[in-house]
């Protein structure tokens, strides 16, 4: 499947070329982003995202890796790629990730060297990666995984918000605590409308390279439970093995070393439960919202990844303000109309502001001032919003097929002109 290219387009009014861009609208050609996520470190985050990349990889699709660990970056070195060395730029000037193993990658280490990562705390962290990832000639993936710091703290959360994700995966060791504390990674991802695509359970069982018998070091099972309880997809468990270290030390992770190993194989069948996970991600839907547009709190969400070329030309997937005064819609066949808000006011349809049986206009533009603007706006089902007003103005409902149209008759308009 393809990604459809974004047909962008503008209408009314609002000049959206001073904004900057955010990077949902910044990474196109990426089929699928999704993040790896762990409650704690050291369960083997790390090693998972960069063997689950490698896996894709075998099975035929275009993998990119970042490692968003800033931290701890580990990535690099498992991949026996040197730190510190600054990546090679476009002539449009854009990064260059690193190729290993058919892998695109890039890691905060890349710039920082992996033991300077002191100049990026907190929200700085999510700030930088937005635009690093956002600057970099990925071409066109079929999946970029984000390999994230592990823990549930502000930074995951900010950084689970900052691109346009497709889902996440949680990883997890199968002593108790560990799953406790992946339980709360889930539940983050669910605050920020992520989808959880499943538990990866490491280090599970141990089988013994000399007797070949199996043994449940850290107990066995509990990501299986713990998919079970919270009703997310279990994906599959890697078997605790010391050629996963060995490998993972010396650049030559286990998927590329060592692909007839059982922890191999698992990554393999990982990565085809993955593959069916996203395909079974229920269709893409707003969630109900009210939305307090000065404060820009509450709003929907911005379903890049939903669009597709043959989706519905008037179903919303992604309701954003642009600036204060642009609204912009992202539609299921992946135009976005950006509404300058006092047209939008200018253009209700209520019985107060169009007179019902004979279609006049009730409303005298030029009694609308010139910064009007929502106090707030309401999805109405999953086909309308309504939008109240800083002029008093609260009876107005605009469905969806209304908005649509209305920007491409302003478009029409606009083309007639030239
Ligand atoms: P995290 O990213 O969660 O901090 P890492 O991926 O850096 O964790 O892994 C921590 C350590 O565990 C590394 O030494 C890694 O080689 C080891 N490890 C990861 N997965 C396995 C496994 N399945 N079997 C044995 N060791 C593993």
Redesign the pocket.
């Known amino acids: 499947m393809a990604t459809p290219d974004l047909a962008q387009h503008r209408t009314a009014g609002a000049d959206t070329a001073t904004q900057p861009a955010s990077a949902a609208d910044r990474l196109p050609g990426i089929r699928h982003i999704i993040a790896i996520g762990?409650g704690k470190?050291?369960?083997?985050?790390?090693?998972?995202?960069v063997n689950l990349a490698l896996a894709l990889r075998q099975r035929g699709a275009r993998v990119g890796l970042v490692d968003a660990?800033i931290h701890?970056p580990?990535v690099p070195v498992?991949l026996g790629l040197p730190t510190g060395e600054p990546p090679a730029m476009t002539a449009e000037e854009r990064i260059v990730p690193a190729t290993r193993h058919g892998l695109k990658l890039i890691s905060m280490a890349m710039l920082t060297g992996d033991d300077n990562p002191a100049i990026l705390r907190g929200p700085m962290v999510s700030k930088y990666l937005r635009l690093f990832v956002g600057s970099v000639d990925w071409g066109r993936l079929d999946y970029l995984l984000l390999?994230l710091p592990?823990g549930t703290g502000d930074t995951q959360l900010t950084l689970a918000q900052s691109f346009p994700l497709s889902g996440a995966i949680i990883?997890t060791t199968p002593q108790e605590v560990s799953l406790r504390i992946a339980r709360r990674g889930l539940r983050m991802f669910e605050t920020v409308h992520v989808p959880v695509l499943g538990i990866v359970e490491?280090?599970s069982t141990f089988t013994c390279p000399h007797c070949g018998g199996a043994t449940d070091i850290f107990r066995r099972g509990g990501g299986a439970l713990l998919s079970q309880a919270l009703g997310v997809p279990f994906l599959g468990a890697?078997?605790?093995?010391?050629k996963?270290?060995e490998c993972?030390?010396e650049g030559r992770p286990i998927v590329s070393d060592r692909p007839e190993s059982a922890?191999a194989l698992a990554y393999v069948a990982i990565a085809a439960q993955l593959e069916r996970a996203l395909e079974r991600l229920p269709a893409a839907g707003l969630q109900p919202f009210e939305w307090a547009w000065e404060k820009n709190e509450g709003g929907p969400a911005w379903l890049e990844s939903a669009a597709r070329l043959a989706g519905g030309h008037t179903t919303a997937i992604g309701l954003r303000r642009r600036d204060p005064r642009t609204l912009s819609v992202l539609w299921e066949d992946g135009g976005r109309s950006d509404f300058d808000v006092r047209d939008l006011r200018l253009a209700c349809r209520c019985a107060f502001c169009v007179e019902e049986t004979s279609g006049r206009a009730l409303l005298d533009p030029k009694k609308v001032r010139a910064d009007v603007a929502p106090l707030k706006i309401k999805s109405v089902g999953n086909y309308a919003v309504a939008i109240t007003w800083n002029d008093g103005h609260s009876t107005g409902i605009y469905a969806f097929d209304y908005l649509r149209a209305f920007a491409d008759g302003n478009r029409a308009g606009e083309a007639e002109d030239v």
Request: hydrophobic share 35%; glycine share 20%.
């Open positions: 762990s470190g050291g369960v083997g985050k790390s090693t998972v995202s660990d701890g580990s498992m390999d592990p990883v490491n280090m890697i078997p605790l093995d010391g996963v270290v993972g030390d922890a």
